[in-house]
């Protein structure tokens, strides 16, 4: 009932910067929250960043405060994960979700998904 379609994937090198786009359509009024996740070969999958599409709260993991921001458009319709400082650690595929929460389970955003976009940092 909720698509959600990610770009902006792409090999970078280490310092780099990469802007991922998530773009949601369908029954859009089934969540309030929309972020980010990220799986690497032999890792589980980890939430990155999430926001509740009031726009005034966000959640960021540990390892990204700092580098990456995340965003929405005015219709909040996109959302956007800016990744400044980019290390090979931040490789991986890189999901974006939805999902209903409330502001402080904001890091488990999650139950609709993306197809992924792959993201890869080279030394």
């Known amino acids: 009932q909720v698509q959600l379609v990610e770009s902006g994937g792409g090999s970078v090198q280490a310092g780099g910067s990469l802007r991922l786009s998530c773009a949601a359509s369908?029954?859009?009024?089934?969540?309030?929250?929309m972020g980010w996740f990220r799986q690497a070969p032999g890792t589980e999958r980890e939430a990155v960043a999430s926001?509740?599409?009031?726009?005034?709260?966000?959640y960021y993991a540990d390892s990204v405060k700092g580098r990456f921001t995340i965003s929405q458009d005015n219709a909040k319709s996109t959302v956007y994960l800016q990744m400044d400082s980019l290390k090979p650690d931040d490789t991986a595929i890189y999901y974006c979700?939805?999902?209903?929460?409330?502001?402080?389970?904001?890091?488990?955003?999650?139950?609709?998904w993306g197809q992924g976009t792959q993201v890869t940092v080279s030394s």
């Open positions: 979700a939805a999902g209903a929460v409330s502001v402080r389970s904001l890091g488990r955003c999650s139950g609709y």
């Open positions: 369908g029954k859009t009024w089934s969540y309030n929250c």
């Open positions: 926001i509740m599409t009031s726009g005034v709260f966000t």
